[in-house]
């Protein structure tokens, strides 16, 4: 069963940094592209980032364009967000998902940004 | 990267057929045959419903199913039933190898 696990979110104060990771199992993960969506609370979907299968290629919104970084570890199935110079307007869950059709997500990871 | 739009909601009662429209431009629904859909309810992670377009995951109903024409997508569910309530989103690929969602919509079962 193909399995997506996120972790790492919480409160931080505006201007911090925090790491998310999503576990990964069930399938050969360094074959897909991978994916970060999140959704703030009472608000729609927004894509965030997508990375290739060997890391090669990375992709991200606007939005978080310079302040974001995805990465993965392939060796641990383990897909990574680095998120910096945290924002308010960045308090949202944050989902990951499998390759380009994103199926399946994950059940996503809350993060705060709030002094 | 503005998000794709969509009715805000949409409602019909059980047995009747609703769709839903995406509406995006030349760079993004009108160019990609990367178009999707997700469901969600409340309180739960979104779910793949139709990919590239009109092609349906196992496991997903008949009763579901996509096109596209010109810069504007598709969703629609036939033979509507109380479980289909839920919010659906669009998504599709865009000229700069970005991804970017719909709106939304609320979808209300009578």
């Known amino acids: 069963e193909v399995q997506l696990v996120e972790s790492g979110g919480g409160l931080v104060q505006p201007g911090g940094s925090l790491r998310l990771s999503c576990a990964a199992s069930?399938?050969?993960?360094?074959?897909?592209?991978m994916n970060w969506v999140r959704q703030a609370p009472g608000k729609g979907l927004v894509w965030v980032s997508r990375i290739k299968g060997d890391g090669s290629r990375t992709t991200y919104a606007d939005s978080v364009k310079g302040r974001f970084t995805i990465s993965r570890d392939n060796a641990k199935n383990t897909l990574y967000l680095q998120m910096n110079s945290l924002r308010a307007d960045d308090t949202a869950v944050y989902y990951c998902?499998?390759?380009?059709?994103?199926?399946?997500w994950g059940q996503g990871t809350l993060v705060t940004v709030s002094s | 990267q503005s998000a794709l739009t969509q009715p805000a909601s949409v409602s019909g009662s059980p047995g009747q057929s609703i769709t839903i429209s995406c509406t995006g431009t030349?760079?993004?629904?009108?160019?990609?045959?990367?178009v999707s859909w997700y469901q969600q309810h409340p309180g739960k992670a979104p779910k793949l419903m139709i990919y590239g377009v009109n092609n349906r995951p196992s496991g997903v109903s008949s009763r579901f199913s996509g096109s596209k024409s010109g810069n504007t997508a598709s969703l629609t569910i036939s033979g509507l039933q109380a479980e289909d309530e839920a919010d659906y989103y669009c998504?599709?690929?865009?000229?700069?190898?970005?991804?970017?969602f719909g709106t939304g919509t609320r979808v209300t079962v009578l």
């Open positions: 998902g499998k390759s380009d059709w994103i199926d399946p």
């Open positions: 069930g399938f050969n993960f360094s074959n897909y592209w």
């Open positions: 998504n599709s690929y865009t000229t700069s190898s970005t991804f970017v």
């Open positions: 030349s760079s993004d629904v009108g160019t990609s045959n990367y």
